[in-house]
């Protein structure tokens, strides 16, 4: 059964930082890509970014370009999301989602439960 | 990337049908066969109903069922039943971006 689990979530100041990590289990997480989708308190669905099975290929809304950056570690099964530069618009609920294909890493099969960002003073 | 068009909200008794549209561009629906869908209750993760436009995920009802025509995208769930009472949301891929809809509350009267 896939599991995913996130971590890391919390309050924090504006212009500050936080990681967010999420463990995988269940499959062969070094072969599929894997993405975060965030939701702010509310509202619907964005999409933030996805990393490729080896990490080697990254990619990120526009709308965090340049502040957040998804890594992975293979050996550890896990997803990370380092955000900097935070903004009161980043509050949400951050989601990791594994794509459904190794294929076509079109979709978003497996989600975890998610973890609250809050970014206020 | 401009969130995709979908109604605030639609609504049908028990048993009845029940169409969403999602409409985007031609950078993003209309240019890629990689539109899904989505159904979230309160409180939980979403769930993946529909992927490449058309295609079922193992488990999910044939009473969910998904088109498109141009620039727009459908999600059709006949025989409505109380559970399906949702959020829905389509999804494209708008070249190494994706792109959500904003989102339609679905009510079963």
């Known amino acids: 059964e896939v599991q995913l689990l996130e971590s890391g979530g919390g309050l924090v100041q504006p212009g500050g930082s936080l990681r967010l990590s999420c463990a995988a289990s269940g499959f062969t997480f070094s072969i599929y890509a894997m993405s975060w989708v965030r939701q702010a308190p509310g509202k619907g669905l964005e999409w933030v970014s996805i990393i490729s099975g080896s990490g080697g290929s990254a990619y990120y809304a526009d709308s965090v370009k340049g502040r957040f950056t998804i890594s992975r570690d293979n050996s550890k099964n896990t997803l990370y999301l380092q955000m900097n530069s935070l903004r009161a618009e980043d509050t949400a609920v951050y989601y990791c989602?594994?794509?459904?294909?190794?294929?076509?890493?079109?979709?978003?099969?497996?989600w975890g439960q998610g973890t609250l960002v809050t970014v206020s003073s | 990337q401009s969130a995709l068009t979908q109604p605030r909200s639609v609504s049908g008794s028990p048993g009845q049908s029940v169409t969403i549209s999602c409409t985007g561009t031609?950078?993003?629906?209309?240019?890629?066969?990689?539109v899904s869908w989505y159904q979230q209750h309160p409180g939980k993760a979403p769930k993946l109903m529909i992927y490449?436009?058309?295609k079922r995920p193992s488990g999910v009802p044939d009473r969910f069922s998904g088109s498109k025509s141009g620039n727009t995208a459908s999600l059709t769930i006949s025989g409505l039943q109380a559970d399906d009472e949702a959020d829905y949301y389509c999804?494209?891929?708008?070249?190494?971006?994706?792109?959500f809809g904003g989102g339609t509350t679905l009510t079963v009267l």
């Open positions: 490449e436009v058309s």
């Open positions: 031609t950078s993003d629906v209309g240019g890629y066969n990689y």
């Open positions: 989602a594994k794509v459904r294909s190794v294929d076509t890493a079109m979709d978003f099969q497996h």
């Open positions: 999804c494209s891929y708008a070249g190494s971006p994706w792109v």
